[in-house]
């Protein structure tokens, strides 16, 4: 079992930043690929961005790419999202997940979730 715990949200102005993280709980956190997705208000939950366990390599959405920045710290058994230039259409939950010994873009590719930590982007 992984337990998976998002915090860092909140409410920022347009072209602002904000960084969230995700604090996992289990010793082989290392064995887990880790995404994070997004739910807009009356949207489907979307991907945001990506990292391997093995080598790091991260993967985005286009609508974020240049702008969010994933990472993760295996010592600390958490991983970050760095938001820049946020704007008012990434308001939405924000929610972290960890699919074991894979990665992927579709949510039903990953068998932990957290509880989410709302984003608002004001104009």
């Known amino acids: 079992q992984v337990q998976l715990v998002e915090s860092g949200g909140g409410l920022v102005q347009a072209g602002g930043s904000l960084r969230l993280s995700c604090a996992a709980s289990g010793r082989t956190f290392s064995s887990y690929g880790m995404g994070w997705f997004r739910q807009g208000p009356g949207k489907e939950r979307e991907f945001v961005a990506a990292?391997?366990?093995?080598?790091?390599?991260?993967f985005y959405a286009d609508s974020v790419k240049g702008r969010f920045t994933i990472s993760r710290d295996n010592a600390k058994n958490t991983v970050y999202l760095q938001m820049n230039s946020l704007k008012p259409e990434d308001t939405a939950v924000y929610y972290c997940a960890a699919a074991y010994l894979r990665i992927g873009r579709e949510p039903r590719s990953y068998d932990y979730w957290g509880r989410g930590t709302q984003v608002t982007v004001s104009s």
């Open positions: 990292i391997t366990w093995s080598d790091g390599t991260t």
